[in-house]
């Protein structure tokens, strides 16, 4: 599932998590693994009880990030990392809004 939403960016942002907290990347990747489902559940959750539409969600998500980037400026940071380096996907892009 990590693949299917993070796309070819999985290992770079494994790795940047990884250099950023000094966890192994490869637990990270089971950390990312065992979290995603459970994201994703309650992204659901969420979406089904304010009755949300995609452009909705997609609203709600990005307002997220932003709340989560100003509280975190090392998580600012990584952000900025995964788009320098070249998001083909867009979604950090959508996400982040940079």
Known sequence: MVNTLLGDQTGAI???ISKKTGVPSAV???VL?????LVVGHLSNVATAQNM???SLVNHLA???KTALQSSPDAADMA????????KSGL???LFGS
């Open 80 to 87: 900025k990392q995964f788009l320098a380096t070249g998001d």
């Open 63 to 65: 307002e997220q990030s």
């Open 28 to 30: 990270v990747g089971k």
């Open 33 to 37: 693994a065992m979290a995603a489902p």
């Open 92 to 94: 950090l892009k959508k």
């Open 53 to 55: 539409d995609h452009k």
């Open 14 to 16: 494994q790795n940047a």
